[in-house]
């Protein structure tokens, strides 16, 4: 199976890129950013051969006559080359689309019409699916862009402070859920047609309660939030991405007195597990990922280096430790991650997880962090 991305550079793209790599690692995934739609021909070259096509491409904020032209044109583009790559039977075609055609704006009007010449160009109902989305959010995302959560993640974890400028109700769904339905819709997997996934229904003004609730929990009184639920895992999880890498270690107090020393690795208002392990001088573990558990290492003896690698990124951020300086160090979602012994010595090592280990849905991708 064959399935091409557009806008895959971009928040959405990017989460339907990892979706697949996690759950369908045997479909060619061909990504395209901001350059195939650069020239006719680069796009037709996109298009051919793919059996499905998922558009997240696309113009959310500006001029209101360039948003609406920007996204019909994207949408009249993309329709053309397929029909010149392909022929009469174009690539199964899936639109993330959004709940703002719901509204009379400029952006509204270019979405609706966008989508009307997707369906018109696929032909046939059962190749087209029109994911009309609610506000998404999600790890990475673009401060001041794409959502006011990245927005307001941007300045808790900068050291600003977000205001609400207007209260309005959201529908907040995780971008890895929009990716899932959008995948599943280019593999064939789920009805075609107009589809519309529900949110977390919430507030402006709640969901910043929130997240600055979980900040100052976290980074200030060094405190896990309590995690048991769906919804407030992933906005922690999403708080947390904007930490990466620069916020990513934290230095560990030492209490000593005449007996040794002692120091507090984790605290959490949740649930989760500790383990430890020893790994011989020279030996990696990890090289894997996760796409919701939170995972935190905390070097008690020996000399070690923690490399990290966001997903599609070839920039490897490195930390050397050390158990004579504990740190802890806490691993983003989507992040590849290892641990190296660069000691002469063994090296013993404290984990701790948000949950319970459960063999048969561990969470756990095998992923290089070296690319």
């Known amino acids: ?79 053309d080359a397929c029909r010149a790559a392909c022929g009469t039977i174009i690539p199964r075609l899936v639109f993330a689309n959004s709940t703002h055609i719901d509204r009379d704006s400029a952006y509204a009007s270019g979405k609706r019409a966008a989508a009307a010449l997707l369906a018109s160009a696929a032909g046939e109902a059962s190749r087209f699916t029109n994911a009309v989305l609610p506000n998404l959010f999600g790890e990475f995302g673009r401060p001041f862009y794409n959502s006011a959560i990245s927005t307001f993640c941007h300045q ?27 995948a599943r819709a280019a593999l064939g997997e789920s009805d075609a047609g107009e589809v519309r996934p529900q949110g977390e229904t919430t507030t402006v003004r709640c969901v910043l309660e929130k997240l600055t609730r979980m900040q100052e929990s976290y980074s200030v009184c060094g405190i896990v939030p309590d995690l048991s639920g769906s919804f407030d895992r992933e906005l922690f999880n999403t708080l947390r991405s904007y930490q990466f890498p620069d916020q990513s ?35 990696t573990r990890g090289n894997h990922y996760h796409t919701y558990k939170f995972e935190r290492f905390v070097v008690c003896s020996g000399e070690a ?29 989507f992040c590849a991650h290892n641990i190296t012994n660069t000691g002469s010595g063994p090296l013993t090592t404290l984990f701790w997880a948000n949950e319970i280990f459960d063999p048969k849905n561990p969470d756990t991708f095998s992923e290089q962090v070296t690319p």
Do not use: Y
């Not at 270690?249 to 597990?273: I, M």
């Open 1 to 79: 199976m064959k399935i091409g991305i557009t806008g895959a550079g971009g928040f959405l793209g990017w989460h339907v890129r990892v979706w697949l790599r996690t759950f369908r690692p045997d479909a060619e995934v061909r990504a395209a950013g901001r350059e195939a739609f650069s020239g006719r021909e680069s796009l037709i070259d996109f298009c051919r051969g793919l059996d499905a096509i998922i558009h997240c491409a696309g113009m959310n904020r500006g001029d209101d006559a360039e948003v609406e032209a920007t996204n019909l044109a994207l949408a009249k583009s993309l329709a």
């Open 249 to 283: 270690r934290s230095e560990l107090r030492v209490n000593t007195d005449a007996r040794g020393g002692l120091f507090e690795t984790v605290k959490s208002s949740g649930e989760g597990q500790t383990f430890v392990s020893t790994t011989h001088p020279g030996i």
């Open 156 to 182: 808790l974890t900068s050291g600003g402070q977000p205001e609400v400028h207007q209260d309005a109700a959201l529908h907040l769904l995780h971008a890895q859920k929009a990716a899932a339905l959008l």
């Open 305 to 333: 280096e923690i490399s990290l690698r966001r997903l599609f990124s070839n920039h490897v951020v490195t930390f050397r430790v050390s158990g004579d300086s504990p740190c802890a160090i806490d691993m983003p979602t």
